[in-house]
């Protein structure tokens, strides 16, 4: 069974740029949450989305958005790209939003704003 | 205000024993997890408190006050594989925001 997958691995953009990232969960799973993690930090929450709805969001600028699609997969949306968006963006998937099994968290997408 | 608090490095002998304590702060609690990361790689599920007490897996245990706000993770019989990052992290009452610490990066020494 395939865990979660994310893409791009690796990606570089210039300021200004929009970029979009791409998350499938494993599959049942229902819920998606996005998070920012800058070296030597914690994961910060960005967005939880469950059943195709936006359910928390976490203290990001309106330059971030993200959707939930049908089939659960889910896309983060970066507007108008800082220096300070470098970082490795993490998604996490889970059955549903009150589980006790934790996250389980695809490899990333590691962002480098130049 | 939400503040989850860590150490921000540990050092330990393989074959002993470390104690990761975490407070925290939070305006809800439904949930307390532990999670390791080793170095490029992603976060993975170690525990989960609820209620007060000890959880015990294996070599690793997680301790909750939920009055205190405060949570250890324990883990025993220390492999040098055990050298990571361990991620405390608390989840609010709807269940839908779930906030990490900073975490402690554990180095284990021959």
């Known amino acids: 069974d395939a865990g979660v997958t994310q893409s791009p691995t690796h990606l570089i953009k210039t300021r200004g740029q929009h970029v979009t990232l791409r998350c499938s969960p494993i599959?049942?799973?229902?819920?998606v949450s996005w998070y920012q993690q800058v070296l030597g930090q914690g994961p910060q929450f960005i967005f939880q989305y469950y059943e195709k709805e936006e359910r928390g969001r976490g203290n990001f600028p309106d330059r971030f958005s993200a959707r939930q699609f049908p089939n659960y997969s889910s896309e983060l949306n970066v507007n108008a790209l800082l220096l300070g968006d470098s970082a490795l963006y993490l998604c996490a998937s889970s059955l549903e939003t009150g589980t006790s099994r934790g996250y389980t968290f695809g490899s990333g997408t590691r962002l480098t704003v130049v | 205000g939400q503040n989850i608090d860590q150490p921000t490095e540990m050092t330990a002998t393989e074959g002993a024993i470390v104690q990761i304590n975490c407070t925290y702060q939070t305006s809800g609690f439904n949930g307390l997890f532990w999670y390791q990361q080793h170095a490029g790689e992603a976060p993975t599920f170690l525990s989960y408190n609820v209620l007060d007490g000890l959880e015990e897996k294996g070599r690793f245990s997680s301790f909750l006050s939920r009055s205190k706000g405060y949570s250890y993770l324990l883990l025993k019989e220390l492999q040098m594989k055990d050298s990571a990052s361990y991620l405390c992290?608390?989840?609010?009452?709807?269940?839908?925001?779930?906030?990490f610490g900073a975490g402690t990066r554990l180095f284990v020494k021959a």
């Open positions: 992290a608390v989840r609010d009452t709807g269940g839908f925001k779930t906030i």
């Open positions: 599959s049942g799973h229902k819920s």
